[in-house]
C-alpha cells in the first residue's frame, strides 16, 4: 500500500549553512560537488522516514534497483532548468524506486498545476503528492485472483496510476 509521507528530513546547522551559501539556487545545483554529502544525508532520513518504500508506489525502493531522491516540483538541469527554487525543499524531496523513476515518466511531465513561488506549501499538484495528499483518498484497492487492483477515485489518482504505471505488471 501507498502511505502518505508525514515528516520530513532535518539538517544541522553545518549541512543547512552549505545549502543556504548556494542561494540563489542556479540549474545543476544539486549536482554540485560541494552538496553531496548533504545528498546522502537527506537519502538516509528519507529512507527511514518512508520506511525504504517508494513515495508514489509503495514497494521497496531497493528491490527493483536503487533508490532514488525524487524531485516532485522537477528541478530539471543545466540546459532544461524547471522548478530550481524548489530543489532543496524539505516537501519537495522524497525517495522513490528505479521503476517510478525512469526517464519515460515523470522527468518528461510538469506536474505542476498551481505555483507560488515564494512558498511551496501554497502549490497544487496533478498528481498524488506524497506529503499533501492522503493516497486513501484517490485510490482504492481490490484484491484479484493473481494481484492487487489499482483504481482511482480523482484525477490526481488517475493521472498518477497513468505516469508511474501503477497498475502495471512491475507494480
Same mark, same amino acid.
Given at each position: @500500500?501507498? !502511505?502518505?509521507? $508525514?515528516?520530513?528530513? $532535518? &539538517?544541522?546547522?553545518?549541512?543547512?549553512?552549505?545549502?543556504? %551559501?548556494?542561494?540563489?539556487?542556479?540549474?545543476?545545483?544539486?549536482?554540485?560537488?560541494?552538496?553531496?554529502?548533504?545528498?546522502?544525508? *537527506?537519502?538516509?532520513?528519507?529512507?527511514?522516514?518512508?520506511?525504504?518504500?517508494? /513515495?508514489? /508506489?509503495?514497494?521497496?525502493?531497493?528491490?527493483?534497483?536503487?533508490?532514488?531522491?525524487?524531485?516532485? %516540483?522537477? =528541478?530539471?538541469? !543545466?540546459?532544461?532548468?524547471?522548478?530550481?527554487?524548489?530543489?532543496?525543499?524539505?516537501?519537495? &524531496? %522524497?525517495?522513490?524506486?528505479?521503476? /517510478?523513476?525512469?526517464?519515460?515518466?515523470?522527468?518528461?511531465?510538469?506536474? @505542476?498545476?498551481?505555483?507560488?513561488?515564494?512558498?511551496?506549501?501554497? /502549490? $497544487?499538484?496533478?498528481?498524488?503528492?506524497?506529503?499533501?495528499?492522503?493516497?486513501?483518498?484517490?485510490? $482504492?484497492?481490490? =484484491?484479484? !485472483? +493473481?494481484?492487487?487492483? *489499482?483504481?482511482?477515485?480523482?484525477?490526481?489518482?488517475?493521472?498518477?496510476?497513468?505516469? +508511474?504505471?501503477?497498475?502495471?505488471?512491475?507494480?
Amino acid at each position: @500500500m501507498i !502511505k502518505q509521507i $508525514t515528516s520530513t528530513y $532535518t &539538517l544541522k546547522r553545518a549541512e543547512q549553512a552549505i545549502i543556504d %551559501a548556494l542561494l540563489p539556487f542556479t540549474p545543476g545545483i544539486w549536482n554540485d560537488g560541494r552538496v553531496a554529502a548533504v545528498k546522502d544525508e *537527506i537519502h538516509k532520513q528519507l529512507l527511514d522516514i518512508q520506511s525504504h518504500n517508494c /513515495c508514489y /508506489c509503495g514497494l521497496k525502493v531497493n528491490e527493483g534497483g536503487r533508490a532514488e531522491i525524487e524531485h516532485i %516540483a522537477n =528541478k530539471g538541469g !543545466k540546459k532544461k532548468p524547471a522548478y530550481v527554487e524548489f530543489v532543496f525543499t524539505q516537501k519537495n &524531496l %522524497a525517495n522513490i524506486c528505479q521503476f /517510478c523513476n525512469s526517464s519515460s515518466k515523470k522527468g518528461q511531465v510538469d506536474v @505542476m498545476l498551481n505555483i507560488d513561488l515564494a512558498n511551496y506549501d501554497n /502549490c $497544487t499538484f496533478k498528481i498524488v503528492h506524497p506529503y499533501f495528499d492522503n493516497p486513501d483518498q484517490h485510490y $482504492t484497492w481490490s =484484491k484479484g !485472483k +493473481f494481484k492487487i487492483l *489499482i483504481s482511482s477515485t480523482s484525477d490526481e489518482g488517475k493521472k498518477s496510476i497513468k505516469l +508511474f504505471g501503477l497498475d502495471s505488471e512491475a507494480h
